[in-house]
């Protein structure tokens, strides 16, 4: 009697407006540090399989395209059923399916099925937490301040990890049970995060996909979304080949961990300014702003020689993209209606994620396999510079057709 009366306390912090805040950190926190302890190190894992380069960009191709599809159509059943723990409890089973059956495979062909597997459960994960959040905040400006939870479990994650795997009591292979472990942990959390539903049942109609293609149609919607898949390919090349990148240069498992925590401390102090970034100069700047910290990040990773100095370099890249994340979400979460919030999410994550990270393994794994990881890099530089470039074009195309909107009202 005693425990359930704890139990119910706990469940009635967390459906107050405080506590609902703290859920949603908590369920960032543990849904990034699950992926932590994974995905910076499949190509380093796929590497010691004796895989080429280029299956390994085909593999994390093949991850992001299927997060494409699966993301978007996941999300906007979320939407239509508005059942986003059960979906979100789906996902997560079946994530810990594929991870169960993964260290069993050994070529590439084995592999695969696996992969699409775990990358249709993966997607809409993120998409659900993203959305809940918005929701739940009064103003959704400070969304960063609770996302900075998935940050802070990521750092940490990725460093333990790292220091596992340098380990030889433990290896590559730990990176599994370490996957799973948190991924229970957050399924269990499912059941203090609250149900948020539509405030009017009556009053709000049910999401349609003539919603979804009205957003599409918005004035340069897709434009930005073009921006999006530009960064997210390249982006790709650092998921994919960075660790690889670090190895050849004679850095260890430690050291990549290291790197990442880096990254993520850049990452977090970018996600606390976030907010007032975001007021100031808006969405649109903030996407711009990030393409000229990864441009810059591009351009110093490649030419620097030593391990360590990589670790500066990080810090910096890290604010990139928590700038690309939040300016992109405040994007969408302007322009979307309410009722298709996660789809529209999703739409946005498939667009950077899914069909830029995907096209972006592709042509990084085949460079990485003919020239190497630094010219891939230094290639990538430029690629950024050239959508820094069109990022700020269309800016101004949008704010000239704002303008003449304006005098025409």
Do not use: C
């Amino acid at each position: 009697m005693q425990k359930t009366s704890v139990f119910s306390r706990i469940k009635d912090f967390f459906r107050s407006p405080h506590g609902i805040l703290i859920s949603m950190w908590i369920a960032f926190f543990l849904f990034m540090a699950s992926t932590a302890s994974f995905m910076p190190y499949t190509s380093l894992y796929y590497e010691s399989l004796e895989l080429p380069g280029w299956q390994i960009g085909q593999l994390g191709s093949i991850r992001n395209l299927v997060s494409l599809i699966s993301s978007i159509f996941l999300a906007f059943l979320t939407d239509v059923l508005q059942r986003r723990k059960l979906i979100m409890r789906i996902s997560i089973l079946g994530i810990i399916a594929a991870l169960m059956i993964f260290p069993n495979a050994t070529s590439f062909m084995t592999l695969l099925p696996i992969v699409v597997l775990y990358s249709i459960f993966l997607a809409p994960t993120n998409s659900i937490i993203t959305e809940t959040t918005l929701n739940a905040l009064d103003n959704p400006r400070d969304y960063s301040m609770v996302r900075v939870g998935g940050s802070i479990g990521w750092g940490i994650v990725v460093l333990i990890t790292g220091m596992l795997i340098n380990d030889p009591d433990f290896g590559l292979r730990i990176i599994f049970p370490i996957h799973i472990f948190l991924l229970i942990l957050l399924f269990a959390f499912t059941w203090l995060i609250p149900e948020l539903k539509q405030t009017s049942k009556s009053g709000i109609e049910k999401p349609t996909v003539k919603d979804v293609l009205n957003m599409l149609r918005l004035p340069v919607f897709l434009p930005w979304m073009g921006i999006l898949f530009l960064y997210g390919a390249t982006a790709s090349s650092i998921s994919n080949f960075l660790f690889l990148h670090i190895k050849h240069i004679g850095g260890s498992p430690t050291l990549m961990g290291t790197a990442i925590s880096v990254a993520i401390l850049g990452e977090i102090v970018a996600l606390v300014a976030a907010k007032r970034i975001l007021h100031k100069v808006g969405s649109r700047n903030m996407m711009i702003l990030a393409f000229v910290i990864r441009a810059l990040w591009f351009a110093a990773t490649s030419v620097l020689k030593s391990p360590v100095l990589i670790l500066i370099n990080q810090f910096i890249g890290g604010a990139s993209f928590s700038f690309i994340h939040a300016g992109s979400i405040a994007y969408v979460n302007k322009r979307a209606p309410s009722r298709i919030g996660i789809t529209a999410q999703a739409i946005r994550g498939a667009f950077q994620f899914g069909l830029g990270g995907g096209f972006g393994a592709l042509i990084s794994g085949a460079l990485y396999q003919s020239v190497g990881s630094t010219a891939l890099f230094r290639i990538m530089s430029a690629v950024m510079f050239a959508g820094l470039l069109l990022s700020m074009l269309l800016r101004r195309v949008d704010r000239a057709r704002e303008k003449r909107t304006a005098r025409l009202s």
